[in-house]
């Protein structure tokens, strides 16, 4: 939607979730010589300033990236390049990160419809094989979708603010996995207590399509009301998903009270 910025939410708990699974999943998927192709749907600005009044007034990067301990693994790798680039409170949204890990010849197509943050993202996302699409989100994944390369990945990020998003976004990765096949899909979703994620997830699960994991984690201390946790499906997820993401989690474990996830 239109409100929503995720400068407030910049380096959280569910950012590191997200953004450490993203990670491992490139460089598995960067492993082979064939080129990929990434594309997201709610790209947001890719770039943030953990020292911004927006950060500090939810101060979620605090129980989150600000928890964690720096090492070896593609998430440190991106985010240590993006502050090498731009400055030590410099923190990477989902398409810096994956601009971090992929290499030439790869391809990239990121959407986003918020004037400011399709401003901040086309500032951010320059070079080649880049493109910056001010369009919706599952428009432009059904327009782009099987792309050229074949291979790679897909992030489905919306806001979740219209209930109705959760079944809409159940649809669109259940549609994009059977479009793309040889394309990995990957969404997340909050853990809220009205529980609304299960409008998402059930769908997907009653179809269970190819290589479907479903990983969450809870966090460490959540607020008394909103997010307590954050979850992530895959559909046509490559061998060595499950290992990876396990791999993840255990990088940022320390912005979690449980670590256990279902597969």
């Known amino acids: 939607m239109l409100s929503y910025q995720h400068a407030y939410h910049a380096g959280g708990p569910a950012d590191v979730h997200k953004h450490a699974a993203l990670a491992a999943l490139l460089h598995l998927l960067t492993r082979k010589d064939r080129p990929i192709t990434y594309l997201e749907s709610h790209a947001g600005r890719a770039l943030y300033d953990l020292?911004?009044?927006?950060?500090?007034?939810t101060g979620e990067a605090m129980r989150g990236v600000a928890r964690l301990t720096p090492g070896a693994h593609p998430y440190w790798t991106a985010v240590e390049k993006i502050r090498a680039a731009h400055g030590p409170a410099a923190y990477p949204g989902s398409p810096a990160v994956a601009q971090a890990l992929l290499r030439p010849g790869d391809r990239m197509a990121l959407m986003e419809l918020h004037p400011a943050e399709h401003a901040g993202l086309a500032a951010a996302m320059k070079g080649e094989g880049v493109a910056v699409h001010k369009r919706d989100g599952a428009?432009?994944?059904?327009?782009?979708?099987?792309?050229?390369?074949?291979?790679?990945?897909?992030?489905?990020?919306p806001s979740y603010e219209v209930k109705t998003e959760y079944v809409d976004t159940a649809m669109l990765a259940l549609e994009i996995s059977v479009r793309w096949p040889e394309g990995v899909v990957m969404v997340w979703y909050p853990l809220l207590p009205a529980g609304r994620h299960e409008a998402l997830v059930g769908p997907v699960e009653a179809v269970e399509p190819k290589g479907l994991i479903r990983d969450e984690v809870?966090?460490?201390?959540?607020?008394?009301r909103g997010m307590f946790g954050s979850g992530l499906l895959l559909l046509n997820a490559p061998y060595g998903a499950a290992e990876a993401l396990a791999e993840a989690r255990a990088v940022c474990a320390a912005a979690y009270a449980d670590d256990a996830a279902a597969a």
Not at 139 to 157: K, Y
Not at 218 to 224: K, L, Q, S, V
């Open 51 to 57: 020292a911004s009044p927006e950060t500090a007034k």
């Open 139 to 157: 428009e432009g994944l059904r327009a782009l979708t099987p792309p050229d390369p074949r291979r790679g990945l897909a992030l489905i990020d």
């Open 218 to 224: 809870i966090f460490a201390d959540p607020p008394p």
